[in-house]
């Protein structure tokens, strides 16, 4: 059996005991939360720890719908197709809420029009990861090879986050990188320690639990300064000054929810953001509780919206 198929036996098991808990604890319908990623993601792990707290909170089973592929524009396109009611919802990250509107042409929705937000789920962070076979071991240095090799430090992206970072980078610290597009973590992860690729970014539990194994390097995180969930590891933004990306997700629904009932599942979210056992849970992925109210939780996707569509405008983006 290969791993893909192991982590999809894992989810679904973890969907079944989820399910079976909270029909135990005897509650009403299902609430369905479609996530834009595959099994087995540090996002879907996440997720599944809070909705865990959140259907015990709440008496009412809370199954996960895995719906990865587009950015997220298939996951966005199922919640519009659902009843305002409550009873699907989704995690909204930083790509389908506040990237794809600079990276993506013709997008088929609209964050103000086409989405209740119910408040912020996590906030998480990157680790950018080079291959043992390029001569550097610090960001700074990672910078200065790149700027002395310009058009010839390939950088790999898979998704629309990555794409805008590395824009980024090449923006705030004047590089040119060879930007090379993938279609997976993995893929791009299993390059970058073969050396067939020089650098990408990845998700902060697969870049700490690579360096560890000593199959590439890590520099920096994509934070704004350190944090206790990387000991040793600096900010990106101590070299380059304003290059930080906080990978969040929030929980939102279809457009038109009811106020009372975006009320009370905010209340359910932040109790377990805000419980012990699940803050505990959560650093094991090296991800932090972000509790808000929703009216907080529109403006920060409203900000970060306008913040990406100037970054990717600078760069050159353009939506295709």
Same mark, same amino acid.
């Given at each position: ?36 990623? /595959?099994?087995?993601? =540090? ?6 720890? $809070? +909705?865990? @707290?959140?259907?015990?909170?709440? &008496? ?70 080079? /291959?043992?076979?390029? =001569? ?6 990672? $910078? +200065?090879? @790149?700027?002395?090799?310009?058009? &010839? ?168």
């Amino acid at each position: 059996m290969d791993k893909r198929t192991l982590l999809k036996a894992a989810a679904a098991l973890s969907l079944a005991l989820m399910a079976a808990t909270a029909f135990a604890q005897g509650g009403g319908e299902p609430i369905r939360i479609i996530i834009p990623l /595959s099994p087995g993601t =540090p996002s879907d792990f996440a997720t599944r720890i $809070v +909705a865990t @707290a959140m259907g015990e909170n709440l &008496k009412r089973p809370i199954i996960i719908d895995n719906k990865p592929g587009a950015n997220g524009i298939l996951a966005m396109q199922e919640l519009m197709r659902s009843k305002p009611d409550g009873n699907t919802l989704m995690l909204g990250g930083i790509s389908p809420m506040a990237l794809n509107v600079s990276v993506v042409k013709n997008l088929p929705y609209d964050t103000r029009k086409d989405v209740t937000p119910i408040g912020g789920i996590y906030n998480a962070f990157q680790g950018y990861i080079v /291959s043992n076979q390029l =001569p550097v071991n610090s960001f700074a240095e990672f $910078v +200065a090879y @790149a700027k002395k090799n310009p058009g &010839k430090v390939s950088a790999g992206h898979y998704s629309a986050l990555t794409k805008i970072q590395f824009a980024a980078l090449g923006r705030l610290a004047k590089v040119d990188l060879l930007m090379v597009p993938y279609k997976s973590t993995t893929t791009t992860a299993t390059d970058v320690m073969g050396g067939t690729l020089d650098v990408s970014i990845v998700d902060s539990a697969t870049a700490i639990n690579m360096a560890k194994g000593g199959k590439l390097k890590v520099l920096a995180i994509s934070l704004p300064e350190r944090s206790d969930l990387a000991p040793g590891l600096p900010a990106a933004s101590e070299t380059v000054p304003g290059l930080a990306v906080p990978a969040w997700s929030g929980l939102i629904g279809p457009a038109n929810m009811p106020a009372d009932v975006v009320q009370k599942l905010n209340a359910s979210l932040n109790a377990a953001l805000r419980d012990k056992a699940t803050i505990a849970k959560l650093a094991e992925s090296a991800v932090q509780p972000w509790p808000t109210t929703p009216e907080q939780f529109a403006k920060y996707i409203d900000a970060e919206t306008a913040r990406w569509k100037k970054v990717a405008q600078d760069a050159g983006i353009h939506p295709e």
